[in-house]
């Protein structure tokens, strides 16, 4: 009998453990940018105005970029990016999927406020009607009791050809007669999650 019930509780202590606290983005306090490099050695920073993302309590976080909300200050210049690069009304969005195990948002969990750690995420873009792995080299803060910031260590480099974004790369720099656009573009990004409390 005692064995049954200690099978019984060590199964519901292993059930527990593995829903995670959910997070949410907190687009007010989140960007994401990148760099566009024409001409070879002129480079721009641009950003997007609206992220959405989350973690679920299965450890599958997903961050949602709105493509039609670029900002690169020119507002001509971000009608081209949404009708000739991104094609805005064929792909409205970006999104990058990531599986986050038990340990490692346990290990993030334990992290006292103000404190840091540096991981890698193993990841999924789908961009343009392509999906393809992509890897992170993250830093994340506990930056408050429930509250997460998760930034890029160092840039990282989508590189068009395999999102099918050459052609349309190609188009903007013949009608701004440039010599040449980078097909490898460096994005650089700050998230903030609130953490739920279950």
Known sequence: MQFV????????????????????LMPDKSYLSFVSTKKEHVAETHTFKSLQGSVDD???????????????RIEARDKQLRETLFQTKKYPTAVYTVGLDYTMVASISALPPGEQQTIVLEGELNLH???????ADVIVTKSGVNRVQVASARPVVVQAEKFGLVQGINKLAEVAGLSSISYAVPVSFVLTFDVLTP
């Open 5 to 24: 019930l200690t099978s019984l509780a060590l199964a519901l202590i292993l059930a527990c453990s593995s829903t995670l606290a959910e997070w949410k």
């Open 129 to 135: 009607g392509a999906k393809h792995p992509l890897s």
């Open 58 to 72: 299965a450890g599958i976080g997903k961050v949602t970029v709105d493509l039609a909300s670029v900002d690169t």
